[in-house]
């Protein structure tokens, strides 16, 4: 049997390390990222530089503008990204149901891909409050995908792996370098130029930061200020 999975690849460090787990424990990956309506595409350059390095079996980008809708500070560009506060309330940076869309069509593709298992980069320990990073919604989400598709039904195998799901950004961080991660190709700022260098203010770019901090090792973050 063909050991297939499909992995959610957004371009930033937490799918870059686990694109670099589901490979060291056998999967052939087949990668999917979005192009959503965010505020700049490096990100998905990004991705596809970090797919074809870790030794993807494909990499596709799928276009699903969920930014016509509004109401976040990633896809509005009349809602500005503030700068990281800490607070502990879901921020304006959360897009509307965004990883149960993603997860959905990641289900679609896997099921083309003969793969059972899919893979994503969510955290509940660093990370912005967003709800459907929860391993509650993982759970629920994984008990849907059974229900809602032929090979579910057939088989009942379908998982969704969340490996980062109990990590701290350091420990990811930690766990990519020993996989051979090089995140001077990863780009996580909410509002990177074209070229990928990071506001280094955002909730994505301070807990990044925070990450390599604790950890101890040379940031290799490019900052549009330099810092």
Avoid: W
Wanted: aromatic share 8%.
């Amino acid at each position: 049997m063909n050991k297939n999975a499909v992995v959610l690849l957004s371009g930033g460090v937490d799918s870059a390390t686990v694109l670099a787990m589901a490979r060291s424990q056998g999967y052939n990956c087949y990668c999917i990222s979005f192009a959503y309506g965010q505020r700049h595409s490096s990100e998905l350059v990004a991705a596809k530089q970090v797919a074809t390095v870790l030794g993807a079996v494909e990499h596709v980008v799928i276009n699903l503008d969920v930014g016509q809708f509004g109401g976040s500070a990633l896809t509005d560009p009349t809602i500005q990204v503030p700068d990281y506060t800490g607070s502990k309330n879901i921020p304006v940076t959360y897009v509307p149901a965004r990883n149960i869309t993603f997860l959905s069509i990641a289900l679609g593709y896997a099921e083309t891909r003969a793969a059972d298992h899919i893979f994503i980069g969510a955290s509940t320990v660093d990370y912005s409050g967003y709800p459907d990073c929860r391993p509650e919604f993982m759970a629920a989400f994984e008990k849907v995908a059974n229900l809602a598709t032929k090979v579910g039904v057939e088989t009942g195998c379908i998982r969704i792996e969340a490996p980062l799901i109990n990590l701290s950004k350091a420990a990811t961080i930690q766990a990519g370098l020993a996989l051979g991660v090089d995140y001077s190709l990863t780009v996580s700022c909410y509002q990177a130029d074209t070229t990928g260098l990071a506001c280094g203010r955002c909730d994505s770019c301070m807990l990044r930061k925070k990450g390599f901090t604790e950890l101890g090792v040379a940031d290799p973050t490019r900052y549009i200020h330099g810092t």
